[in-house]
């Protein structure tokens, strides 16, 4: 405990001033961190699910080397997450355009916030996405393995969870529909 009585040292003497700190940030810096995070994500959920899939993969072709071509559509689905974080990052970047000197408008406030909404929403979807598709992807390769009818059936409950990234690009697609710099 300090002087002041406060147990971290210092006391914030302007509550308003934290409140405004947000607002001290570019709607350029929002915009670009959701461009990024839409990407980063979706790149790590796809390698996180190639990487549980390949593992199991791997194990299964040393009983049944025959699953080894078969079950690369799991790997693909995984891929697919990657190429949805790109997509929309391409049309969030395609939303930034230069405002005159440092005058943002309200509706450049709200592009900003948008953009870092809509990429936070699709990396954080094709992040569970990727892990999603990597562990049912490893569990139809040791399916397969072990009894070949069983491919198809757990294709079809990996085609339901690779439909989650898809949803985080319909949903971030609808989130920035308005936002527009400049």
């Known amino acids: 405990m300090t ?30 961190t959701g461009t990024g995070l839409a990407i980063a994500l979706s790149v790590v959920g796809a390698a996180w699910g190639i990487f549980i899939t390949g593992a199991s993969l791997l194990g299964g072709a040393v009983k049944e080397p025959r699953i080894r071509t078969k079950n690369l559509i799991s790997v693909i689905f995984c891929e697919a997450v990657a190429i949805y974080g790109i997509i929309l990052s391409i049309i969030f970047s395609g939303k930034l355009n230069v405002v005159a000197g440092n005058a943002f408008t309200n509706a450049d406030w709200y592009s900003g916030f948008a953009i870092f909404n809509g990429g936070l929403t699709v990396g954080g979807c094709n992040l569970v996405c990727g892990i999603c598709v990597g562990i049912v992807g490893a569990a139809c390769a040791l399916a397969d393995a072990q009894k070949p009818e069983l491919f198809v059936k757990i294709l079809v409950v990996e085609i339901f969870g690779s439909a989650l990234g898809l949803f985080g690009v319909i949903i971030g697609i609808v989130m920035t529909t308005q936002a527009k710099f400049g």
Do not use: K
Not at 4 to 32: C, H, K, T, V, W
């Open 3 to 32: 002087d002041s009585g406060n147990p971290f040292g210092y006391e914030f003497m302007n509550f308003q001033r934290l409140l405004d700190i947000p607002m001290d940030i570019s709607p350029y810096n929002y915009a670009a």
